[in-house]
């Protein structure tokens, strides 16, 4: 159990001397707090598997420290450093039962064989893996396989941190539910430091408390879901989480309004000197733009289709080139081709080059 | 659904069959037959029923105790074979590099005594043990051992000994370090997490990944030393005395020495056999092993 520092920490595959734009995680500062739920959230090739391996040790950073407590542990191996790591497919020692397997981490450590015993059997029991303690592992299906991985991650009580690397990637759909919240159920038992790595949001949103979005091997926001959800940081974090995405549109901006093509948008907050020359768009998401009959004094778009999710309908709509998602209201019928966007002026953000720009209220 | 019945494949199989009926059925019935008869020469044949299987398996009789003695000889050179070449194999495989240009030297290094022809390793070695101008005979004596193939048992079992390791660790080595090649990364880096020490990985991990190339090597090299010829005969002769007369070598003398074509054909039918059981055993254990039998449900 610890604190995880990460100091400057970057890594390329190509060496400490490739270019910086090159280097599979860019150099990042961030600290951990003991006990937390994390999860690294990103698109595949984003760095966040990368990262994963550097604080386990299985790969060592090209720049930057890591701290446990304080105490800088980058020079240590794997085995040194007291961390637990679950991969993405099940590994299993073939020739041991699932109570061995599970007791194997423990055993060389050389913890006694009363306690072994015990932590195996709490961790089954909490896995519901009891049943399955004295058979071969090779037998079992992928997802009992898996389970024995996480077993295993899970079974040392002194851990630094688990680390996740998309653990549920072979397991059934209904499955994940049930796994999912039992990890969760298990981190407010277990009281263990837990990170997990995974590219789908539902994921990273039920299971951490903080979420640390990653894009091109860098940290673009950490935060709560909500944090995420309300106050995107970057315009990535925007469209890459909720669904549909963030709206993302050029606009001209200054003082408390946006012009749109002419239009103008009306800002909750005052947005004074803005960067020169760098790329100005405003954001806002679809659950906050109602559509509306065509009126003057509206900001118009053409219809191109209706999505139904069942729990709400979203129109596609365009505004001159760009795509455009906005709410349909409960019981509003949609005219065929032309219709009026209504903006909620407090979830609407202003980004500069892709960046959020905070405005004085 | 009714099947199509057409009776003409046959005749895609039938020049299979002719070929194999002309190259191995017809050889081996001309065995079966002289194994039943016995000749004095003149091409004159007398019917002898199974007698000569009869003696063959009466260690009291001449045919019976050569057979048992050499077919004892056989088993014992195979299990000290694989009692080194298995365990020496793997640990060369374990050593071997697994990635950068040292691979590709270490595997064409393995391969060469793979390549070189039977009589020529055997002709090799018996050069190389000789005492008077051998590399390795010479030395050992001149340190001070009284070695000698040609008239000491010990010399001659551990010259043919040393000689088989040389020719055929390599196959275990290399088919040992595919078997470890196809460990998935995932598997180190869990062992690394988990504590494992180096010998717990090799026993959890790297074995039990071998077990199934291990298998087949254990097969080839068994069955290839129970059939072996050429390099004792080369470098012993069978000798000194009987002591590396293995099945192969006893038979040969029989048959092309003595001319005793029955009793060579009854050793002969009885050293096939053997080498058929064995196979058929190591098949079976073979395609068993690492399949995932499912269980029955509601078992404990």
Request: proline share 5%; charged share 15%.
């Amino acid at each position: 159990m610890a604190r995880i520092d990460l100091v400057d920490l970057a890594h390329s595959y190509g060496g400490n001397d490739a270019a910086p734009e090159s280097f599979a995680l860019k150099p990042v500062t961030m600290t951990w707090r003991q006990g937390g739920a994390y999860a690294l959230l990103g698109p595949s090739g984003c760095g966040k598997t990368t990262l994963l391996n550097l604080i386990s040790g299985i790969v060592t950073p090209s720049r930057g420290k890591i701290l446990f407590d304080g105490a800088d542990i980058t020079p240590l191996s794997t085995q040194k450093r007291n961390i637990a790591q679950v991969f993405q497919f099940p590994v299993i020692y073939d020739t041991m039962t699932v109570g061995q397997n599970l007791a194997f981490p423990l055993q060389n450590r050389g913890v006694p064989k009363a306690e072994v015993e015990a932590r195996v059997r709490q961790i089954a029991d909490l896995l519901d893996l009891t049943f399955y303690l004295d058979r071969k592992a090779t037998r079992l299906t992928a997802d009992a396989k898996q389970k024995i991985s996480l077993g295993r991650g899970l079974v040392r009580s002194d851990v630094a941190a688990v680390l996740f690397d998309e653990p549920l990637t072979v397991i059934d759909p209904e499955l994940k539910w049930q796994l999912r919240s039992k990890l969760k159920a298990l981190h407010r038992e277990l009281d263990l430091t837990m990170i997990y790595v995974t590219h789908d949001q539902t994921e990273a949103l039920t299971f951490a408390d903080t979420v640390v979005v990653m894009h091109d091997g860098r940290v673009v926001q950490s935060g709560t879901p909500a944090e995420l959800f309300d106050k995107p940081a970057h315009t990535f974090v925007g469209y890459f989480i909720g669904s549909p995405g963030m709206n993302i549109v050029p606009a001209v901006v200054s003082g408390h309004e946006a012009r749109i093509d002419g239009h103008i948008i009306g800002l909750h907050r005052n947005y004074g000197v803005l960067p020169a020359g760098a790329k100005i768009e405003i954001g806002v998401r679809p659950e906050f733009v109602n559509i509306a009959a065509p009126a003057s004094g509206l900001l118009s778009a053409a219809i191109e289709r209706i999505d139904d999710l069942g729990r709400a309908r979203f129109a596609r709509v365009r505004i001159g080139d760009a795509k455009f998602a906005a709410r349909v209201p409960p019981g509003f019928s949609v005219p065929d081709n032309m219709v009026g966007l209504v903006f909620d002026p407090a979830h609407v953000h202003v980004y500069a080059d892709s960046r959020l720009v905070e405005g004085v209220a | 659904m009714d099947k199509i019945v057409n009776q003409k494949a046959w005749f895609l199989v039938l020049p299979v069959f002719a070929v194999v009926a002309f190259s191995a059925i017809l050889p081996l019935m001309t065995v079966v037959n002289y194994s039943m008869q016995d000749t004095f020469g003149n091409n004159q044949f007398f019917w002898n029923g199974v007698g000569w299987f009869k003696e063959l398996l009466d260690p009291s009789t001449d045919l019976g105790g050569r057979f048992l003695a050499s077919l004892g000889r056989n088993l014992l050179f195979s299990a000290i074979i694989l009692a080194i070449e298995v365990p020496l194999g793997i640990v060369v495989a374990l050593s071997m590099p697994r990635e950068g240009w040292t691979v590709a030297v270490c595997l064409v290094i393995l391969a060469l005594p793979l390549l070189i022809p039977w009589n020529v390793v055997g002709t090799i070695w018996q050069i190389f043990g000789r005492p008077d101008i051998g590399l390795l005979g010479y030395t050992l004596n001149s340190l001070g051992f009284d070695y000698n193939y040609v008239s000491n048992e010990f010399d001659a079992w551990a010259t043919v000994i040393v000689m088989d390791v040389w020719h055929w660790t390599s196959l275990v080595a290399l088919l040992c370090y595919a078997g470890l090649k196809s460990i998935p990364d995932a598997y180190y880096q869990a062992a690394q997490i988990d504590g494992a020490s180096r010998w717990a990985v090799f026993k959890a991990i790297q074995l039990p990944k071998m077990n199934r190339v291990l298998l087949i090597a254990v097969l080839l090299r068994f069955m290839d030393s129970f059939m072996i010829y050429t390099e004792p005969f080369v470098v012993t002769g069978g000798g000194p005395g009987n002591s590396t007369t293995f099945v192969s070598i006893e038979l040969v003398k029989i048959a092309l020495g003595q001319f005793d074509l029955g009793k060579a054909a009854a050793l002969s039918l009885v050293y096939n056999l053997i080498i058929l059981i064995v196979c058929w055993v190591f098949y079976t254990v073979m395609t068993n092993v690492g399949t995932e039998r499912p269980e029955k449900k509601g078992a404990a």
